[in-house]
Nanobody
């Protein structure tokens, strides 16, 4: 049974930082591209970043570029999202997802497994 478990969310002031973690079990981690998505109330899901099997990050949308960094530790089956210079508009539920493909996708439809999410709230 595949499980993705996120952690690291919380409440932070604008300008602060958080580091999200996602630990995967039940899958061959190296065969999957790992992504982070977020969804705020009343808004569509947004791809935040993705990292492929060779540890190359495929994309960051303009909204987070230069502030967020994705990385993975294959030995620990864990992917991280370092979020710096947080803004109130970053407030959302953040989800980790795994796609059985070599290369990243910005579309959530391409992901096979999802975590339950971790809440990030940025106060102004």
């Amino acid at each position: 049974q595949v499980q993705l478990v996120e952690s690291g969310g919380g409440l932070v002031q604008a300008g602060g930082s958080l580091r999200l973690s996602c630990t995967a079990s039940g899958l061959a981690f190296a065969d999957y591209a790992m992504g982070w998505f977020r969804q705020a109330p009343g808004k569509e899901r947004e791809g935040v970043s993705c990292i492929n099997w060779s540890r190359g990050s495929a994309y960051y949308p303009n909204s987070v570029k230069g502030r967020f960094t994705i990385s993975r530790d294959s030995a620990k089956n864990t992917v991280f999202l370092q979020m710096n210079s947080l803004k109130p508009e970053d407030t959302a539920m953040y989800y980790c997802a795994a796609a059985r493909r070599l290369y990243c996708s910005a579309s959530g439809d391409d992901y096979n497994y999802w975590g339950q999410g971790t809440q990030v709230t940025v106060s102004s």
